[in-house]
T-cell receptor
Framework: DAKTTQPPSMDCAEGRAANLPCNHSTISGNEYVYWYRQIHSQGPQYIIHGLKNNETNEMASLIITEDRKSSTLILPHATLRDTAVYYCIVRVADTGNQFYFGTGTSLTVIP | DTGVSQNPRHKITKRGQNVTFRCDPISEHNRLYWYRQTLGQGPEFLTYFQNEAQLEKSRLLSDRFSAERPKGSFSTLEIQRTEQGDSAMYLC????????????FGPGTRLTVT
């Protein structure tokens, strides 16, 4: 599975969009990009995933560059409850196997 | 609550003792995973079951660690002769075959070895 690079920490003002970048320059053609987050003292929570096209769900949007070497997770209107560690993971599609979490980005939403 | 549950939530033990943790996955999820997480790090994969079969084990899973899922439902993770380096959060997750992109995690068991 390809490795990812994320900034260790970011701040975002409450109500503003939070844009979390992820670099995955060695991604393979059959690898998806997944995002999970972990709120303090809880287990990780799935957010969104995608292959090539941009994706949106009720939690967030995922923008993947055309060359697929990087992506951005967008939380459109960040709230204090979005304060968490966000993990960007690349993995071969739906293998049912484990995820390799890195150290993620610690997002702090500021009132 | 029909999510993944783990027991106990916290365990303090002395070095050299054996400990066992339990994970109850979401019913009808046939895949179950164990991860370990230390402070400041992301979760690290330990092992994975599909139904009762243990299909993969990480090299992190030393001989002192054993996991079972006897009837394809709940799972146990046992650590024998605990060491201080075993202190960590032990997370369990489950997923359904058709939606394996989404693993549902439990709250974890925090182990402290003194």
């Amino acid at each position: 599975d390809a490795k990812t690079t994320q900034p260790p920490s970011m701040d975002c003002a409450e109500g503003r969009a939070a844009n979390l970048p992820c670099n995955h320059s060695t991604i393979s053609g059959n690898e998806y990009v997944y995002w999970y987050r972990q709120i303090h003292s809880q287990g990780p929570q799935y957010i969104i995933h995608g292959l090539k096209n941009n994706e949106t769900n009720e939690m967030a949007s995922l923008i993947i560059t055309e060359d697929r070497k990087s992506s951005t997770l967008i939380l459109p209107h960040a709230t204090l409850r979005d304060t968490a560690v966000y993990y960007c993971i690349v993995r071969v599609a739906d293998t049912g196997n484990q995820f390799y979490f890195g150290t993620g980005t610690s997002l702090t939403v500021i009132p | 609550d029909t999510g993944v549950s783990q027991n106990p939530r916290h365990k303090i033990t002395k070095r050299g003792q054996n400990v066992t943790f339990r994970c109850d996955p979401i019913s009808e999820h046939n895949r179950l995973y164990w991860y370990r997480q230390t402070l400041g790090q992301g979760p690290e994969f330990l092992t994975y079951f599909q139904n009762e079969a243990q299909l993969e084990k990480s090299r992190l899973l030393s001989d002192r660690f054993s996991a079972e899922r006897p009837k394809g439902s709940f799972s146990t993770l046992e650590i024998q002769r605990t060491e201080q380096g075993d202190s960590a959060m032990y997370l369990c997750a489950s997923s359904a075959s058709a939606l394996s992109y989404e693993q549902y995690f439990g709250p974890g068991t925090r182990l402290t070895v003194t």
